[in-house]
């Protein structure tokens, strides 16, 4: 069955660290990817996407993920985060198939220590 | 200002009652979506809806229902058969299926 795995669950960071979080999924087809993030009350906004062409994107708020077909990965990654990303991440890919779907991953809970 | 609202905000049901949660947009979406939020356990879609007068079963649909009369409007009834209704509910749109989903400020159940 397809699905998507974000392995770390909590992650808790000093501020000016380096974050990268993980996203895999399992699916041979064509798909679009995607994350979202969840500040603490707020909605659930997109970060960036990725549906064709270069395999690195970048999305808002300095954030940048890298498609590795190989890999069926979508990681996540930021050079120096801040204590006001401190949110839940999720992953999400869109399966192109005879019934297209998305599916989202259960997320990364991330924490920047001051 | 275009976007998704969802209502209420946060809803307390008796134990046994349904209880239809409202979602509306005015972005001119094709596609709809209901999805719950657990802790730990991401979104899990409950139905989808791509045009009106048409919708789907997600991956946990049993004790829901829906309708999507129009095209602005999706909402959800959580049914006395749903075993565990208390969450967090989310509702989103898109242009079409898979594309970039945009999500209402959610809707918090509690069953007592």
């Known amino acids: 069955a397809q699905s998507v795995s974000q392995h770390n669950h909590h992650v808790i960071l000093s501020e000016a660290a380096s974050l990268e979080l993980g996203c895999n999924y399992s699916?041979?087809?064509?798909?679009?990817l995607f994350w979202y993030v969840q500040y603490p009350g707020q909605h659930l906004q997109l970060l960036l996407k990725y549906f064709s062409g270069d395999p690195l994107v970048k999305g808002i708020k300095g954030f940048e993920a890298e498609f590795i077909k190989s890999k069926f990965s979508f990681n996540l990654r930021k050079p120096s985060v801040q204590w006001s990303d401190t949110a839940e991440y999720f992953c999400a890919v869109g399966l192109y198939s005879s019934a297209s779907k998305i599916i989202f991953g259960s997320g990364t809970r991330l924490s920047i220590r001051p | 200002d275009g976007g998704i609202t969802q209502s209420p905000k946060y809803l307390f049901r008796k134990e046994g009652q349904n209880v239809t949660l409202s979602c509306e947009q005015n972005l001119n979406h094709d596609a709809m979506y209901w999805y719950r939020q657990d802790p730990g356990q991401g979104l899990r879609l409950i139905y989808y809806s791509q045009i009106v007068n048409d919708f789907q079963k997600g991956d946990i649909a049993e004790g829901y229902s829906v309708s999507r009369e129009k095209k602005e409007s999706f909402p959800l009834t959580v049914t006395s058969a749903q075993k565990n209704p208390t969450a967090f509910y989310l509702c989103?749109?898109?242009?079409?299926?898979?594309?970039?989903?945009?999500f209402g400020p959610g809707t918090r159940l509690t069953v007592l």
């Open positions: 989103a749109s898109s242009i079409v299926m898979i594309d970039e989903q945009f």
């Open positions: 699916y041979g087809g064509t798909v679009n």
